[in-house]
């Protein structure tokens, strides 16, 4: 078979008269380092500074001179290459050197170097979706107004405007929740401000009935509160309780979330022969801390943004096109995957996360 290349999807093989006369050889990049000399010390310092880029050439030839455009239109891009000696694998390239299409035109033949980054990775690889643990309460679209307070709730969010012109009790309902023997974990974001406001999931009002946990969760302000209970019999839950001070100026939402507990720990194979940095998407709400192989990096301030997605390759947090790096604390070095089995654990409201990007090659 003729060799051939791959540029950002399309294939050198549909210019008609284009040949790829020869591959670069697949070789492995230089590390940087920082060489340091000390007076009186035998030898000298090596500093490991990261893997650096470098230079791919080949030579292109043409049959025929009337495809000289296209071929200058082909080369004319950056972004992504595969090499046929390479099937599976992509780099990311940008042509910084001249190209010489004069002599492609008077002799058919021609040089072309590319400047490639120094990892690539593999075409095949599908993208990791794991769910967090399952919401189990299941809400039901609800008005309604008592001193002065407006409740409702949509797509699962409960939202409280108005003052209060008394101490004044919601109870919301849900559809008849019941729970079957099991440790149970009930997380409430609250978003505006909800200070000394109680919630929690009930089964009738509490003077006649029981709380999920021992009391209600004094809720905070754009923070997440949380709680555990382990029933050993069947107990039955049919309303969200949110209790409001009188006087108090109501602005806030809720996202609820009851699950059963879990690890919060998720693997994932590096298939590569050297770290990677992934691009993961996080579904939740409120406060979620993000870390790797037992070491927390990243906390995110996700509130109710839905998702966001963390690029530690680019240093940057985005959600729909926008720049959310406010949201993100942590540093982007540390989360790193090394080659084989890697353990993400998180911590907080989420409801699923995908990874792309997490194995590399040298």
């Known amino acids: 078979m003729f060799p051939y290349i791959i540029l950002n999807g399309v294939s050198s093989k549909t210019i008609n008269g284009l040949l790829i006369q020869n591959l670069p050889p697949i070789s492995k990049p230089q590390m940087r380092t920082s060489i340091e000399e000390i007076d009186g ?3 000298d310092i090596i500093t490991d500074l990261g893997y650096a880029a470098y230079d791919k050439t080949f030579d292109i030839g043409i049959t025929d001179k009337s495809v000289v455009n296209q071929v200058i239109g082909f080369l004319n891009s950056e972004g992504a290459v595969t090499f046929s000696n390479e099937p599976s694998m992509v780099y990311q390239y940008k042509i910084v050197k001249q190209i010489d299409f ?32 399952d919401q189990i309460i ?3 679209d609800y008005y309604g107004s008592k001193n002065g307070v407006v409740s409702t709730c949509s797509d699962g969010v409960l939202t409280f405007e108005g003052t209060a012109t008394q101490n004044t009790t919601f109870f919301i309902p849900i559809e008849a929740l019941k729970l079957n023997a099991g440790n149970y974990r009930l997380d409430v974001y609250s978003s505006g401000m ?16 029981y709380c999920f946990g021992e009391n209600p969760l004094n809720l905070l302000v754009n923070a997440t509160v949380s709680t555990t209970a382990n029933y050993s019999t069947f107990k039955p839950f049919n309303y969200i309780y949110v209790n409001i001070p009188g006087d108090f100026e109501a602005d806030f939402s809720l996202y609820i979330k009851l699950s059963l507990v879990n690890e919060n720990e998720i693997s994932i194979i590096n298939k590569g022969n050297v770290y990677s940095l992934p691009k993961m998407t996080v579904y939740g709400a409120g406060d979620i801390s993000l870390g790797v192989n037992g070491k927390d990096v990243f906390y995110i301030n996700l509130g109710l ?24 604390t942590g540093n982007y070095d540390d989360f790193k995957l090394e080659p084989g089995v890697n353990t993400i ?11 792309n990007d997490y194995s590399r090659w040298l």
């Not at 909800?194 to 009935?209: K, M, P, R, W």
């Not at 654990?345 to 990874?355: L, M, Q, R, S, W």
């Open 194 to 209: 909800t200070i000394s406001c109680e919630c929690s999931l009930v089964n009738d009002s509490l003077a006649f009935g």
């Open 138 to 140: 299941t809400f039901i």
């Open 102 to 133: 004069e002599r492609l035109i008077r002799f058919k033949t021609a040089s072309v170097t590319m400047h490639v980054q120094p990892f690539k990775k593999c075409l095949t690889e599908k993208k990791l979706t794991f769910n967090g643990a």
């Open 345 to 355: 654990n998180y911590d907080g409201i989420v409801e699923k996360i995908i990874v």
């Open 41 to 43: 010390r035998d030898g």
């Open 305 to 328: 943004e839905n998702n966001i997605t963390i690029d530690t390759t680019n240093l940057e947090a985005v959600k729909d096109g926008v720049l959310k790096n406010r949201l993100v």
